[in-house]
C-alpha cells in the first residue's frame, strides 16, 4: 500500500506515428538543460525497470547539468524511498518542495518517508498539506486518516476516510478503514455496511471479512458472523486468531464441541496462545470433560 508514487517522463511523441531513430548527437555536446532532461528521462526508464541505483546516478548527473530541476530531485527522492534510503528521500523532497512548493508529490512522497521513519507527526503535516494542495488525491486523505486512527482520534480519521471516499469511490481500503474506525465509534451497522463494500470492490480483501465477522459477533449476530469466519477460513487456514474466535462465537452458540475444534486448531497453528488454551478449558468445563480442561487450565499457567 505504499507505493503512489509517480514517476513522470517529459518526452513526448509528435504526429500520429511513433518512429525510430538513431540518436547520433553526443551528449557531452547538447545544452545544460537538454543534457539535463536527456538524463532525466533516462533515470525514469531505469526506474521503470526497477534498475533504482542506475537511476539514481542519471538524476544525479541531471541535476549536476541542472541543480534547480525539481523533477529530478522528487523522482530522485522516489528512487531512494524504494531502496529504503528514508533520510536521503527526505532530503531530496525538501529539495523539490522549495524549488517547487506548488505540487502535491513532494509532500506526499515526504510524508511516506517520514512515516518509514517513524515521525507521524511531521507525516501527518505533510499529508496535510498534499490534501490541501490536491483535494481529489484519494491517498493523502486515506493515509492520514490511517494515522489519526493510529493515535485514536477516530473522528477526524472517519472524516479523512470520507474524504478518501468521496475522491475515489472505488478506494477499498478507504472503506474497510472506515468500517474500522465506524466500529471504533460503536457505529455497528454502519461498520458491517462498510466492510461489505470493501469486499465489493475487492473480494480477496480478506482482513474486511475477518472484521466483519468481528463486528457481527459483538453485534449479536452470531449466525452471520458464523458465516463470515467459515468463507474466511475456507480461504485462510493459518490465522489462530480466527479459529479462536469462530470458536468463542460457535462457545457463545452452545456448540461447544465444536469450539474445542476450533481451539484445538489454534493451538496446533500458536501453541503460546494464551486465549485459545484458557478458551478450549473453558470449552472441556462446558462438556464436563473435567480432565482436560485442568490439563488445558495448567497449560495456560504454564
Known amino acids: 500500500m505504499r507505493h503512489f508514487l509517480f514517476l513522470t517522463a517529459t518526452l513526448t511523441l509528435a504526429g500520429g506515428t511513433a518512429q525510430a531513430q538513431v540518436d547520433t548527437v553526443r551528449a557531452s555536446t547538447l545544452p545544460p538543460a537538454q543534457l539535463a532532461e536527456k538524463l532525466y528521462n533516462s533515470g525514469v526508464a531505469k526506474y521503470n525497470q526497477k534498475s533504482y541505483r542506475a537511476?539514481?546516478?542519471?538524476?544525479?548527473?541531471?541535476?549536476?547539468?541542472?541543480?534547480?530541476?525539481?523533477?529530478?530531485?522528487?523522482?530522485r527522492a522516489t528512487t531512494r524511498y524504494e531502496l529504503k534510503e528514508y533520510q536521503p528521500a527526505v532530503q531530496d523532497y525538501d529539495q523539490a518542495i522549495q524549488l517547487d512548493p506548488a505540487t502535491f508529490g513532494p509532500y506526499f512522497g515526504r510524508a511516506q518517508a517520514k512515516e518509514?521513519?517513524?515521525?507521524?507527526?511531521?507525516?501527518?503535516?505533510?499529508?496535510?498539506?498534499?490534501?490541501?494542495?490536491?483535494?481529489?488525491?484519494?491517498?493523502?486523505w486515506y493515509y492520514r486518516g490511517a494515522l489519526r486512527?493510529?493515535?485514536?482520534?477516530?473522528?477526524?480519521?472517519?472524516?479523512?476516510?470520507?474524504?478518501?471516499?468521496?475522491?475515489?469511490?472505488?478506494?477499498?481500503?478507504?472503506?474497510?478503514?472506515?468500517?474500522?474506525?465506524q466500529r471504533k465509534l460503536n457505529n455497528l451497522p454502519a461498520a458491517i455496511q462498510d466492510y461489505?463494500?470493501?469486499l465489493s470492490l475487492q473480494p480477496d480483501?480478506?482482513?474486511?471479512?475477518?472484521?466483519?465477522?468481528?463486528?457481527?459477533?459483538?453485534?449479536?449476530?452470531?449466525?452471520?458472523?458464523l458465516q463470515d469466519y467459515n468463507e474466511y477460513l475456507s480461504k485462510k487456514k493459518d490465522n489462530a486468531l480466527a479459529f479462536t474466535n469462530r470458536?468463542?462465537?460457535?462457545?457463545?452458540?452452545?456448540?461447544?464441541?465444536?469450539?474445542?475444534?476450533?481451539?484445538?486448531?489454534?493451538v496446533e497453528l500458536d501453541g503460546s496462545y494464551a486465549f485459545a488454551w484458557n478458551n478450549r478449558a473453558a470449552a472441556y468445563l462446558k462438556l464436563e470433560d473435567f480432565q482436560k480442561a485442568n490439563a488445558d487450565a495448567t497449560k495456560l499457567l504454564a
Open 55 to 75: 537511476a539514481i546516478l542519471d538524476f544525479d548527473k541531471a541535476l549536476a547539468a541542472k541543480p534547480d530541476f525539481a523533477k529530478a530531485y522528487y523522482n
Open 205 to 225: 480483501l480478506l482482513p474486511a471479512l475477518l472484521n466483519r465477522a468481528a463486528t457481527k459477533r459483538r453485534a449479536g449476530d452470531l449466525k452471520g458472523a
Open 196 to 198: 461489505t463494500k470493501a
Open 149 to 181: 486512527f493510529e493515535k485514536g482520534d477516530f473522528q477526524a480519521a472517519k472524516t479523512d476516510f470520507d474524504q478518501a471516499i468521496k475522491a475515489d469511490p472505488a478506494y477499498a481500503y478507504a472503506w474497510h478503514d472506515r468500517g474500522s474506525t
Open 116 to 140: 518509514a521513519l517513524n515521525q507521524p507527526a511531521e507525516a501527518e503535516q505533510d499529508y496535510s498539506k498534499a490534501a490541501e494542495l490536491k483535494a481529489d488525491y484519494a491517498p493523502a
Open 247 to 266: 470458536g468463542s462465537t460457535r462457545f457463545e452458540q452452545g456448540d461447544y464441541k465444536g469450539a474445542v475444534a476450533d481451539f484445538t486448531q489454534a
